[in-house]
């Protein structure tokens, strides 16, 4: 059972920057694609980035460009680096984890382990 608990949100400027973090605990990141999604209150959870366990990436349109994943994998943690932030990504912000062995995958119902989530706020 993998355990994922994320850090590093907060209230920044528009324009700001946050990195955000997931360390995993209880089980190996090991072969494992990672998610980052975040739901704004009154909508629907939305996909942010995803990678692969080699380092392959994507992301949502609206975050290309001020957006980069990236992982640990000796440490077992995954970021998300946040730039240019707008107060439209304002959000509980949370990583998800696959099963091994699977790619890139923007749909939340494809991740099986999921953290509680760290707020970000972006003031205008």
């Known amino acids: 059972q993998v355990q994922l608990v994320e850090s590093g949100g907060g209230l920044v400027q528009a324009g700001g920057s946050l990195r955000l973090s997931c360390a995993a605990s209880?089980?190996?990141?090991?072969?494992?694609?990672m998610g980052w999604f975040r739901r704004a209150p009154g909508k629907e959870r939305e996909f942010v980035a995803a990678?692969?366990?080699?380092?392959?990436?994507t992301y949502t349109n609206s975050v290309k460009g001020r957006a980069t994943i990236s992982r640990d994998n000796a440490k077992n943690m995954v970021y998300l680096q946040m730039n240019s932030l707008k107060p439209d990504d304002t959000a509980v912000y949370h990583c998800a984890a696959r099963r091994p062995l699977l790619g890139l995958s923007s749909n939340w119902l494809e991740y099986d382990y999921w953290g509680q989530g760290t707020q970000v706020t972006v003031s205008s």
């Open positions: 209880g089980g190996s990141l090991n072969y494992r694609g």
């Open positions: 990678i692969t366990w080699k380092g392959a990436t």
